[in-house]
Structures are given as C-alpha cells and as structure tokens.
C-alpha cells in the first residue's frame, strides 16, 4: 500500500470512528422517542403523553426537589419546616416551569417504574438540556443516592450537586433546609 493510500485509509476509518463516536453520544439522535408535556407538577414530576396518546407520570430518576403543598392545609401551615420546605419547593416547581411548558416535546430515558406506577426516567428537552443536571446545579433539587443505581448519569448530577454545596446555591445557602426524604418522613 503506497503512502498516501494509507493516509487516506487511516482518514477515511477515524472518519467513520468519529461518526459513531459522536452519534452514540447524543441522546436526541433521529428516531429517539419524544413525548409531549402535559403538566408540570412539581419540581421532579411531569405528566407527558406519548406519540399513541397515552398519558402518564414521569417522576425525574436521579433527583428529590423538595415538595410543593398540595392541599389547602398544607398552603396555610404556619409551621417552619412545611414553610421552608414548600417554599424551596415552588422554586423548583418555577424552574422546571421556565425550562419546559406545556406542548413541549422531551425525551426521555425510562429506568424504573416507581411503587406509584410512574415512570422513572431522564428528563432532556429538545435542545438536549439535562433538566435534572439544571435543577440540582442551581441548588434546587438534591442528588437522590439510594436510587443512583439507576441512574446511567449519575456522574453528571453528583458533579452539579458538589459545584452547587461549594457555591451555596439555593438549598445550599439554608441552613433550615430539611431534605425532601427527611420532611416526608416527619410528615
């Protein structure tokens, strides 16, 4: 084989390596599912409809936002903790609101099924954005630890959670922030 025919081979396979290199990096290839947003319910839960119509629950694996009141008991507390908690809660609940409205389209990457019947999964919008990895970098979610197993970006949210305690961005910079896991369990 002469020496530019080898260039040119050697070019020709880095080409077609960079090629599936970069295809298989890009979780919005051609062909992945999208589904539509219906309602955004909470700082870590979306309601989405499928390309057959069939609507479900997305609960956001990776991540725990703190909570937001759902009933009229809880929209009154005067407690601390419920008021903290809620209030933490309504901000990540307006950031996913910011990031993603009704009609849009996501893709997900499902892992598990929750003991609710939702869905668990990655939640990115259509310009690729990771809307956990935003939520936990901007202090508004935590990192979800027992269930990083199962989670294919684990390192990328424990990577924005560290940035985001070293910051002390929002959750970060309250020292009275109780954790979404520990509130329910006082609750």
């Known amino acids: 084989m002469s020496y530019k025919k080898s260039i040119a081979y050697s070019l020709k396979c880095l080409g077609v390596a960079f090629l599936i290199l970069s295809l298989t990096g890009c979780p919005n290839r051609p062909g ?3 589904y ?3 309602r955004i319910s909470d700082g870590d839960t979306l309601a989405v409809t499928d390309s057959k119509g069939e609507n479900f629950t997305v609960r956001f694996a990776c991540i725990d936002a703190p909570e937001v ?3 009229q008991k809880e929209k009154q507390s005067t407690k601390l903790v419920d008021k903290n908690q809620f209030k933490w ?3 990540a609940q307006g950031r996913v609101q910011q990031l993603v409205k009704q009609g849009d389209r996501v893709t997900l990457t499902l892992t598990d099924t929750d003991r609710y019947g939702r869905k668990i999964g990655e ?9 956990q990895e935003v939520l936990v970098r901007e202090g ?3 990192v979800n ?3 990083l197993k199962n ?3 684990a390192a990328i949210v424990e990577q924005a959670e560290a940035e985001a305690k070293k910051a002390r961005r929002g959750i970060w910079s309250d020292r009275t922030f109780v954790a979404p896991w520990e509130y329910r369990r006082i609750k």
């Not at 939640?123 to 809307?131: G, K, P, T």
Request: charge should be positive; proline fraction near 10%.
């Open 151 to 153: 989670c294919p970006s």
């Open 89 to 91: 809660g309504v901000k």
């Open 36 to 38: 539509t947003v219906k």
């Open 32 to 34: 992945q599912i999208t």
């Open 140 to 142: 508004l979610a935590l």
């Open 69 to 71: 009141p759902h009933s």
């Open 123 to 131: 939640v990115r919008l259509a310009d690729n954005v990771f809307i």
């Open 145 to 147: 630890r027992p269930y």
